[in-house]
């Protein structure tokens, strides 16, 4: 029979199979391949691509590495050097020099390997003696409004973007492609606007009526669809660098998810792009800013952080600011501002000065150098609507417990002066005296084990309380002294008060004061009995509420006297019955004197409680009656009932909370300095002090002398007169749509870029972003319906030759969708894909062992159960330092930085992940169980319905007779070795042999293995 590794021949040929998928940036050659040599010549187009590869680094726009004093970006500057006489290319020194067969005379010098070819020359003379004409930059102009598309003599086309594409070819001579087959146009029309593939049924109606109507509704449906904007979020969280984890060192999980689901719900309500903007940067800036744009401004909070213990928290700053800089340029002007990061930009005329400007909007973000673990304040909890609902259902308790309680409280309080008289009268009568036991004095009267410094000191230099010393501590943060294992330990009863003297220096006192005790080695608890006075700065046993392990007693007790703490045993957890066999006496911070300490039995009322009420009620303290008043509250049965009902209810509440995902966001408070770093160099404080600007080439914000905010800086970008923003939106929608952009250079607009292949189309485009109200949706419609858009993507011999990198769009692209897709499309196909839109990121099958090397803290990866598994791909948990391995073989990008088109690779690893990741086998699986529950009675029926069902059309006989060879051979295998036929079709959760024959399905899984392997099935004609 064939052998498995002949299966994975096939399955590597039929991935393998590639007309052109690897992608290339079109070479300057390839460039002039579809242009007409004697066009009249653009300084944009030809002339500036050339200065900018080969001189600008020297001759450009860095005035302060301006080679020799000649700058060739300036015409002026070029032409008084005598670099450039207009009209004659033999007199001009930069003609000479680019010509000159002398290595030490040639330009750029020889050493840097980047000669011009005899084309690009001949160029230069060309534009030299035409003129020598310069011209803005192409993305720095003004878009042109009321501009109308071109007149062309052609019947083709169905809307004004094909009159742009038609000159394109008519200068070019060239014939655009047949319009593509229904099935190929529904297909493509899928995966670009939901990212999945039609179904069977969708292709046979839209086969039966594929009119112009029948496809603009089509476009309809596929837009108003959920999955739109999962499609689209793939994209933009690529673009702003969106992840589950903080990226430096340990890379440790963040809670970014809700800022996800932000943006899917941006582009299924089809918000405009410009609010998008404005809430992204700006949210929390707005007029009372509701939850979602909290959750939108978290795109600042996006960048990765570090809680690396020897991080530098201000080097760290500046590597967060720049890093803003960089995807804020990048992604939303199409600019590469981050070059000027050190020097001036040498290719376009964004200044150091420009940078750090811009990143002064941000200086106002409240972030840390250094967080402290897993935590990145400012966060905020982000339920759901069922959340939410589940959430007000709890609260309302909660209200409705506090309303009960104050009810109860103010009716019980009308007894409290009978509860005065009757506690009063017991103290009188009560027959024994509350007896004083002293534990620690001038000595440890109850023996024990010390630790830390038992530094006593006598009263003739020093406060003391009782006895001839006092103990004196100083010290820096948290300093303590202790003893255990007491030989006469504390036997806890009811009413036992564990106390001792303090006396805090008035010239240094300090920030907290602690005191603990041990509960013996038969306590579990150990240390976790503790009561603390001031600030909580003594980290011992701290959680989010008071509890008896941290219990918060009030404010630090008045410095320059000696002052009696006193804690009820069982406010810090020893319940009657239970022993005390340590003591510690710890401070954080400043000078303590601490004395006698030790237990009393009192008459069960706390000291504080016991002298009030002996005190006659006209001459009690404010403070007095107020302690009076919580001790009756504390203890009143019915009041302590329902304040149980209570707490019961806020715990509910906590407890539930603590399952709603949280976000980390933007708070704007008082911003930073920001100088210009010389160099970049953090540590160099010497540069001018800047304030949030624009790039100044581009104009000024008018503030009337106010500080610029990020709100400012968001609506210039969302300014219809902004040359940037729409250009390099609309660039990037069209390359979604075709694979390929009107400008290729998708993050770098700027010089360093590539010529727009239709200029004219591109800013058309742009206008009509702005001028529809900055609608996504309109303008990918208007795309889709672009006979443009409609023609297939089967390039003759000679177009492929001529335009290999469809720069002239005389065809549509072909390329293979991206990794989430494939993903997402083999769990289509094989019924498992569980649609459900947002939620915390999901962990799908993954190698054992692949987290081993992460650390701080090491993690055990476990992969989610039921239908987490099988989500779309947009959700998957994405490790930044170690991507999950199926996403990172597709080209899948780690999201350390902006990403605005991913690698596209082709490579025998993919096969392999498409044969031996347990989703895909688990995927092949339960597709075989389709294939025989609803495919038919027959192998060629099934094989027929298999590859209709996955890639939309119907099956060519070669394949067919590839692929019964394969069913029939493979099931004549498992018939022998039937345990291997269950070991494969019990892979993953879903699959279960009790409904099939585990042999036939196990033939039926290679059939289906290989279907789900297929070029066809996970690329995009």
Known sequence: MRSLLGLLLTIAFAVGFVENVVSAEPSDEAQTSVSATDRPLSFNRDIRPILTDRCFACHGLDANTVEAGLRLDVREAAMEFGAIVPGNAESSEIFLRITSDDDDLVMPPSELHKPLSDAEIDLVRRWINEGAPYEPHWAYTPLPRNVAPPSVNTAWGENWIDQFVARRLQDASVNPSPKADPTTLIRRLSFDLTGLPPTPEEVEAFEKDHSNESYERLIDRLLSSSRFGERMAIYWLDLVRYADTVGYHGDQNVSHSPYRDYVIDAFNSNMPYDQFVREQLAGDLLPNPTIDQLVASGYNRLNQTTEEGGAQPKEYLSIYFADRVRNVSQVFMGATVGCAQCHDHKYDPYTAKDFYSLGAFFADIEERGKYSQRERPPQIPVPNEEQQAQLDALRLKVTEAEASLESITQEQ???????????????????????????????????????????????????????????????????????????????????????????????????????????????????????????????????????????????????????????????????????????????????????QAGWIETDGFPSEVRAALLVDMEARTKDQIKQLRDYFVEHDPLITEQAETLKLARAQVSEFEKSIPTMVISRAVAPREIRILHRGNWMDESGEIVQPAIPEFLGTLQTDNRRATRLDLANWLCDSENVLTARTMVNRLWYLMFGRGICSSFDDLGGQGTFPSHPELLDHLAVEFIESGWDIQHLLKQIAMSATYRQTSNASPELEALDPFNELFARQGRFRVSAEMVRDTALMISGLLVEEIGGPSVKPYQPEGYYDQLNFPRRNYVPDQGDNQYRRGVYTHWQRTFLHPMLKAFDAPSREECTAIRAQSN???????????????????????????????????????????????????????????????????????????????????????????????????????????????INRY
Do not use: C
Not at 447 to 458: C, L, P, R
Not at 981 to 993: D, M, P
């Open 907 to 1017: 490579t025998p690893l993919q096969a392999l992940t498409l044969l031996n990741d347990p989703t895909f086998i688990e995927a092949a699986t339960m597709f075989a169980s389709r294939i025989m529950r609803e495919g038919g009675t027959t192998v060629d029926e099934r094989i027929e319905w298999a590859y209709r069902t996955a890639v939309s059309r119907p099956i060519d006989a070669v394949i067919a007779e590839e692929l019964r060879t394969i069913q029939t051979e493979h099931l004549r295998h498992y018939v022998q070795e039937p345990d291997l036929a269950k070991a494969l079709v019990s892979a993953g959760e879903q699959s279960s042999t009790a409904e099939l024959d585990p042999v036939e399905w196990a033939s039926w899984t290679s059939v289906a293995r290989v279907i789900l392997n297929l070029h066809e099935t």
């Open 413 to 595: 309080l009308a007894s409290l002066p009978e509860w005065e008289a009757r506690a009063i009268e017991s103290i009188k009568q009560s027959k024994s005296q509350a007896e004083e036991h002293t534990w620690v004095d001038d000595q440890l009267s109850t023996g024990g084990t010390k630790s830390g410094e038992w530094n006593h000191v006598t009263a003739d230099q020093h406060p003391v309380h009782s006895g001839e010393t006092s103990r004196r501590q100083t010290g820096n943060g948290v300093i303590q002294h202790l003893f255990t294992d007491a030989k006469e330990p504390i036997e806890v009863k009811a009413n036992t008060e564990l106390f001792a003297w303090v006396y805090l220096d008035p010239q240094s006192p300090p920030k907290t004061i602690m005191l603990q005790w041990h509960g013996g080695p038969d306590d579990p608890s150990g240390w976790d009995h503790r009561a603390f006075w001031g600030d909580d700065k003594v980290g011992f046993g701290a959680k989010t509420q008071s509890w008896h392990g941290h219990k918060r007693m009030g404010d630090l007790p008045e410095a320059g006297k000696w002052i009696r703490l006193s804690v009820a045993a069982a406010d810090v957890g020893f319940a009657p019955g239970k022993t005390i066999h340590g003591m510690a006496f710890t401070q954080f911070d400043g000078i303590v004197h601490w004395d």
